[in-house]
């Protein structure tokens, strides 16, 4: 093999190399939008942290169980008011739910929907547009004051079954793009029960 053809391959190999890297570690970002069917806008986990940072009338509502927020984590400045509880039991398809029939009065003990935006987050953004609903619907907000935060805290699953990455919560979300989170319970931020 000629010098010249054994250095364009290395160079091939090393190039290659350095892209399947990348591509491991940058996985493509795909947020289900789920404008249809609920009230308020959609914002990518970056854009709500940004906003949320930079405006005092701006709050990151968690929507998820309480088992959710304290044992997979939360992010740093998230507020916690769940959308719906845990029964303690296991449904036919999943974990057994029932609606927080607080969540209007909960909403309002700690915001003010004249100057308040809230962001909803949840798992990966189904149980975020409901919260916008009865946002928008029970509680008063208006439409241009709720948003659904896409990918929620952990994503959205991979669904090429001819990727290693089948079936995980690996596109978007909060923890996926590295913004901060926590386990520890803030006192400020956790869930306060309404009266």
């Given at each position: 093999?000629?010098?010249?053809?054994?250095?364009?391959?290395?160079?091939?190999?090393?190039?290659?190399?350095?892209?399947?890297?990348?591509?491991?570690?940058?996985?493509?970002?795909?947020?289900?939008?789920?404008?249809?069917?609920?009230?308020?806008?959609?914002?990518?986990?970056?854009?709500?942290?940004?906003?949320?940072?930079?405006?005092?009338?701006?709050?990151?509502?968690?929507?998820?169980?309480?088992?959710?927020?304290?044992?997979?984590?939360?992010?740093?400045?998230?507020?916690?008011?769940?959308?719906?509880?845990?029964?303690?039991?296991?449904?036919?398809?999943?974990?057994?739910?029932?609606?927080?029939?607080?969540?209007?009065?909960?909403?309002?003990?700690?915001?003010?929907?004249?100057?308040?935006?809230?962001?909803?987050?949840?798992?990966?953004?189904?149980?975020?547009?409901?919260?916008?609903?009865?946002a928008a619907l029970e509680a008063g907000w208006p439409t241009d004051k709720i948003y659904?935060?896409?990918?929620?805290?952990?994503?959205?699953?991979?669904?090429?079954?001819?990727?290693?990455?089948?079936?995980?919560?690996?596109l978007g979300g909060w923890k996926n793009e590295g913004l901060p989170w926590t386990y520890?319970?803030?006192?400020?931020?956790?869930?306060?029960?309404?009266?």
């Amino acid at each position: 093999m000629k010098k010249s053809n054994y250095f364009c391959m290395v160079a091939v190999l090393i190039i290659t190399s350095l892209i399947a890297v990348g591509c491991a570690k940058d996985l493509p970002v795909a947020y289900s939008i789920k404008k249809a069917g609920h009230k308020g806008g959609d914002l990518t986990p970056p854009q709500a942290y940004k906003w949320a940072t930079e405006d005092a009338h701006v709050f990151i509502v968690d929507v998820r169980t309480r088992p959710e927020h304290v044992l997979v984590g939360h992010p740093t400045i998230a507020y916690h008011v769940p959308v719906k509880f845990w029964t303690g039991k296991h449904a036919s398809k999943g974990y057994g739910m029932k609606i927080n029939e607080n969540f209007s009065k909960d909403l309002k003990k700690r915001f003010n929907p004249e100057t308040d935006t809230l962001i909803f987050m949840c798992r990966s953004g189904s149980r975020s547009c409901e919260a916008t609903n009865l946002a928008a619907l029970e509680a008063g907000w208006p439409t241009d004051k709720i948003y659904n935060m896409m990918g929620g805290f952990e994503g959205d699953k991979v669904k090429d079954k001819d990727s290693v990455y089948y079936g995980k919560r690996m596109l978007g979300g909060w923890k996926n793009e590295g913004l901060p989170w926590t386990y520890k319970i803030d006192s400020k931020l956790a869930y306060l029960e309404a009266d």
